[in-house]
């Protein structure tokens, strides 16, 4: 029987605080995912272009998983009484382009 997920424990680590060797000998049968963590996710996130988290086994030390997030706008209220409103065309929303 092969193992269930709930048999492993992981970490999450910020991919700047990495040892590169850990995505160095990640493997995947998806190419692009493969090239990505090796050859642009350093520089997306030295960029501000996207952040990429590595998800470890703790037992083995691997790179088995990772993710980046990616933003294109920060978006806030520009009035504090956003709440008390009850039309969406009185609600005013700005943004702040991330890239």
Do not use: Q, W
């Not at 501000?48 to 978006?75: P, Q, W």
């Amino acid at each position: 029987m092969l193992p269930l997920i709930t048999d492993y424990e992981f970490d999450t680590i910020l991919l700047k605080d990495a040892d590169i060797s850990l995505f160095e000998n990640f493997k995947c049968k998806h190419e692009e995912i493969e090239r990505y963590i090796k050859e642009d996710a350093l520089n997306d996130n030295s960029a501000g272009k996207g952040v990429t988290s590595l998800i470890v086994d703790k037992k083995s030390g691997r790179l088995v998983a990772y993710y980046t997030l990616v933003s294109s706008a920060l978006l806030y209220f520009k009035d504090e009484e956003v709440l008390n409103k009850t039309d969406i065309d009185d609600v005013k929303i700005s943004g702040i382009s991330s890239i």
